[in-house]
């Protein structure tokens, strides 16, 4: 059993950059993969990011690649995603899941309750 709590949401200006983290419970989250998921306002949830157990492999949406990356600190039991060069349409609630490595959310056994990212232009 996993559970998840994300942080680092706020209020940032375009061009701005945000870090944002998913503390996991359990001694066993060395051993998930761990996704960013995020969530506009009227649309569904969408697949951002994912980083294999090792932190080796990770994988992008196509639209985000270059801007947001993820990463992990197993010994913290720790996740990131850091966003820079944000926009008003990544403004969403960013999820943390476990337990998937493809980009639909039934691949993930675990979810977190999101944080809200926010982006004025």
């Known amino acids: 059993q996993v559970q998840l709590v994300e942080s680092g949401g706020g209020l940032v200006q375009a061009g701005g950059s945000l870090r944002l983290s998913c503390a996991a419970s359990?001694?066993?989250?060395?051993?998930?993969?761990m996704g960013w998921f995020r969530q506009a306002p009227g649309k569904e949830r969408e697949f951002v990011a994912v980083?294999?157990?090792?932190?080796?492999?990770?994988r992008y949406a196509d639209s985000l690649k270059g801007r947001f990356t993820i990463s992990r600190d197993n010994a913290k039991n720790t996740v990131y995603l850091q966003m820079n060069s944000l926009k008003p349409e990544d403004t969403a609630v960013y999820y943390c899941a476990a337990g998937g490595f493809g980009v639909y959310e039934w691949e993930y056994s675990y979810w977190g309750q999101g944080t809200q990212v926010t982006v004025s232009s």
């Open positions: 359990g001694r066993t989250f060395s051993r998930y993969s």
């Open positions: 980083i294999t157990w090792s932190g080796t492999i990770t």
